[in-house]
Each structure stands twice: as C-alpha cells, then as structure tokens.
Nanobody
Framework: AQLVESGGGLVQPGGSLRLSCAAS????????MRWYRQAPGKVRELVAT????????NYADSVKGRFTISRDNTKNMVYLQMNSLKPDDTAVYYCNAVSMVRSHWGQGTQVTVSS
C-alpha cells in the first residue's frame, strides 16, 4: 500500500493551495480518507475526513469554511483544497487511509504560509 502526497509549497497569507494524495496497492474505494497536519512542536491534528464513497465529510473547527476535502474513486485520489490560508496553517500535511482493520500513511507534504 502506498500514499503519495503532493501540492505543498510556500504561499502568502490569504492564498490557496490544493493538496493531492495518490493511492495505490489497496482497494481505495473501501477506505475512509483523512488529512492530518503537524506543525513543529505540536501534536498531529486531524484536519478533514471523507467517507469511502465521498458522501460524508467532516472538518476541524480551525479549517471549517476554508478547506474542502474531496475524492475521486475512479482515479484513487483524494484532495484537500485550502483557501484563505493563514500562517497558523503552516505544517506538514499527511494523507491517511483507514478501514476497519488497516491504516496507511503518506510521507507528508510541507505547507508554509508566510509573507
């Protein structure tokens, strides 16, 4: 099983980024997907979740209304659209796939929000 994140980078406050996570080696459509983030010196934080079919999403209060999680089960991809970015959004963002019995993680992608 493999998850590969991409799309991170340096962006100014108020800007946008779209993170992507490519999945392979497991039955993607049967897994719930999550995005986490971890800032230096802080615990890993759950940012957004999406159900296996994509019909249910949830967000951390800190990103609600600014971030949107989505998935394409035909392409084995999950996305995180991030708008109105703030310096506090600076972190390494991780993609996570979860089922009843397994959990897979990506290697993370750095997002830095700074002027």
């Amino acid at each position: 099983a493999q998850l590969v994140e991409s799309g991170g980078g340096l962006v100014q406050p108020g800007g946008s980024l779209r993170l992507s996570c490519a999945a392979s080696g497991f039955t993607f459509s049967t897994y719930g997907m999550r995005w986490y983030r971890q800032a230096p010196g802080k615990v890993r934080e759950l940012v957004a979740t999406i159900s296996s079919a994509g019909g249910s999403t949830n967000y951390a209060d800190s990103v609600k209304g600014r971030f949107t999680i989505s998935r394409d089960n035909t392409k084995n991809m999950v996305y995180l659209q991030m708008n109105s970015l703030k310096p506090d959004d600076t972190a390494v963002y991780y993609c996570n796939a979860v089922s009843m019995v397994r959990s897979h993680w990506g290697q993370g992608t750095q997002v830095t929000v700074s002027s």
